[in-house]
């Protein structure tokens, strides 16, 4: 229980493996299975099957199917993690996660596509984090195309951070374009400078990038792939990971959940609670999928052209950080353009952001007058309204899954012309 949920936050995976082992009392089958955790934790990903097939001799559950799949993908055999899916999914016909993983590997939803139609800029701004930038602007460099400018706003900063620029603007030969400001305005209004550049304006997409996140290879054509199959979407995300435990799951989708029962009249804000139950979660694979959502963490997500015109800029009420991403992605629902999700596509990010506001009282009051302001800023007509079509896109897309899963075929095509993707 407890050490578990240390070595993995911690990324004290060794520890635990010690742990495990000094443990004379316990039941061997409970050990084969945490020690394949331990092993799929640290992308040991052959050996944490073999791990879990050993346990399978003496019970072979649904649970651990899905376990020895994840492991078999991992090690790059599709094949055969479709087949135990497919085994678990028939004993588990109500677990929705497995139906949205399984019909997206069916679809080839996991693999990368072509890089997002049009232009596109990445974005970046930073203050006084002049050693994470540099590690995130190495990543770039590594993984971005060239023909992809990158546009970095140092908003304010009084350490290295100057440097660091100048430095990488030489090295990337004037693929990256700086805006120095003399203070710091805050996060929505340094996102709002960038998006209205002369080099932004002309840009049929950008990608926000936080200055402490670090990117794979081809993760501008996993959101490629995700706007392919989701054309008329606006806003895109991915699935963010702690750097320093990257087992751990910051951020996934986020959707709204419904209340258990009526709340007070005169506490209309606390009828509507985002969803948690990724959150410090171990990485197991399980959210490994693409679907629809109310919200999409701002450390690394994709927008429009057509939405940054509809939906317009970042709030200055939550300056000078928190929520600002969150609101916008309220606001673009509101007009009709859910966000998409593509957990395919995952992304180290270094800040702790959930834990943010124990750093400081002043973080604390920050964090929590802002998370306040974004439960108000709508009635309680307008987020009930945005609840419902988040919950029917929600059923429709998995009567997409479950269709596909059925067929077992790759080439479906969905109901819904924002909802197609095939695979041939």
Same mark, same amino acid.
């Given at each position: 229980?407890? =050490?578990?949920?240390?070595?993995?936050?911690?990324?004290?995976?060794?520890?635990?493996?010690?742990?495990?082992?000094?443990?004379?009392?316990?039941?061997?089958?409970?050990?084969?299975?945490?020690?394949?955790?331990?092993?799929?934790?640290?992308?040991?990903?052959?050996? =944490?099957?073999?791990?879990?097939?050993?346990?399978?001799?003496?019970?072979?559950?649904?649970?651990?199917?899905?376990?020895?799949?994840? =492991?078999?993908?991992?090690?790059?055999?599709?094949?055969?993690?479709?087949?135990?899916?497919?085994?678990?999914?028939?004993?588990?016909?109500?677990?929705?996660?497995?139906?949205?993983?399984?019909?997206?590997?069916?679809?080839?939803?996991?693999?990368?596509?072509?890089?997002?139609?049009?232009?596109?800029?990445?974005?970046?701004?930073?203050?006084?984090?002049?050693?994470?930038?540099?590690?995130?602007?190495?990543?770039?460099?590594?993984?971005?195309?060239?023909?992809?400018?990158?546009?970095?706003?140092?908003?304010?900063?009084?350490?290295?951070?100057?440097?660091?620029?100048?430095?990488?603007?030489?090295?990337?030969?004037?693929?990256?374009?700086?805006?120095?400001?003399?203070?710091?305005?805050?996060?929505?209004?340094?996102?709002?400078?960038?998006?209205?550049?002369?080099?932004?304006?002309?840009?049929?997409?950008?990608?926000?990038?936080?200055?402490?996140?670090?990117?794979?290879?081809?993760?501008?054509?996993?959101?490629?792939?995700?706007?392919?199959?989701?054309?008329?979407?606006?806003?895109?995300?991915?699935?963010?990971?702690?750097?320093? =435990?990257?087992?751990?799951?910051?951020?996934?989708?986020?959707?709204?959940?419904?209340?258990?029962?009526?709340?007070?009249?005169?506490?209309?804000?606390?009828?509507?609670?985002?969803?948690?139950?990724?959150?410090?979660?171990?990485?197991?694979?399980?959210?490994?999928?693409?679907?629809?959502?109310?919200?999409?963490?701002?450390?690394?997500?994709?927008?429009?052209?057509?939405?940054?015109?509809?939906?317009?800029?970042?709030?200055?009420?939550?300056?000078?950080?928190?929520?600002?991403?969150?609101?916008?992605?309220?606001?673009?629902?509101?007009?009709?353009?859910?966000?998409?999700?593509?957990?395919?596509?995952?992304?180290?990010?270094?800040?702790?952001?959930?834990?943010?506001?124990?750093?400081?009282?002043?973080?604390?009051?920050?964090?929590?007058?802002?998370?306040?302001?974004?439960?108000?800023?709508?009635?309680?007509?307008?987020?009930?309204?945005?609840?419902?079509?988040?919950?029917?896109?929600?059923?429709?897309?998995?009567?997409?899954?479950?269709?596909?899963?059925?067929?077992?075929?790759?080439?479906?095509?969905?109901?819904?012309?924002?909802?197609?993707?095939?695979?041939?």
């Amino acid at each position: 229980g407890f =050490a578990s949920k240390f070595a993995y936050a911690e990324n004290r995976l060794d520890w635990f493996a010690g742990f495990l082992a000094g443990q004379k009392g316990m039941p061997p089958y409970l050990r084969l299975v945490l020690q394949g955790d331990l092993l799929l934790a640290g992308d040991r990903r052959q050996e =944490a099957f073999e791990k879990y097939d050993e346990a399978a001799v003496r019970f072979e559950s649904p649970g651990l199917m899905i376990k020895k799949a994840e =492991a078999l993908y991992g090690a790059g055999n599709r094949s055969g993690a479709v087949e135990l899916w497919q085994k678990a999914f028939a004993a588990r016909p109500w677990d929705f996660t497995l139906a949205l993983r399984l019909s997206d590997v069916l679809r080839e939803r996991d693999l990368p596509g072509d890089l997002p139609a049009g232009s596109g800029v990445v974005l970046l701004y930073s203050w006084n984090n002049a050693a994470d930038l540099d590690i995130t602007l190495g990543s770039l460099a590594a993984t971005t195309p060239p023909q992809v400018p990158i546009l970095l706003l140092d908003n304010g900063s009084t350490d290295d951070t100057a440097a660091v620029c100048k430095r990488w603007e030489a090295e990337l030969g004037g693929r990256l374009s700086l805006v120095p400001l003399p203070i710091n305005i805050g996060a929505p209004a340094a996102r709002n400078w960038l998006i209205s550049t002369p080099e932004v304006c002309g840009a049929d997409w950008v990608v926000f990038l936080d200055d402490d996140a670090v990117v794979p290879p081809l993760w501008l054509n996993y959101f490629g792939k995700a706007r392919q199959c989701f054309p008329k979407a606006g806003i895109f995300g991915c699935r963010v990971n702690y750097m320093a =435990a990257p087992q751990i799951i910051q951020s996934a989708d986020l959707h709204e959940e419904r209340p258990l029962e009526p709340q007070a009249e005169n506490m209309p804000e606390a009828a509507f609670q985002i969803t948690d139950f990724h959150g410090q979660i171990p990485d197991r694979g399980e959210l490994g999928y693409m679907r629809p959502c109310l919200h999409v963490t701002g450390c690394c997500h994709l927008i429009t052209r057509e939405n940054l015109d509809s939906v317009g800029g970042f709030n200055l009420m939550f300056s000078p950080s928190q929520f600002d991403d969150y609101e916008r992605d309220l606001r673009s629902g509101i007009g009709g353009s859910l966000p998409v999700y593509n957990g395919h596509l995952r992304v180290m990010h270094r800040q702790r952001s959930g834990w943010a506001k124990f750093v400081s009282l002043g973080n604390a009051a920050n964090i929590n007058g802002n998370s306040l302001k974004v439960r108000l800023i709508y009635s309680i007509k307008q987020r009930a309204m945005l609840q419902k079509q988040d919950f029917s896109t929600l059923a429709g897309h998995l009567d997409e899954c479950l269709e596909v899963i059925g067929g077992g075929r790759g080439d479906f095509k969905g109901k819904g012309d924002d909802r197609v993707c095939n695979s041939k």
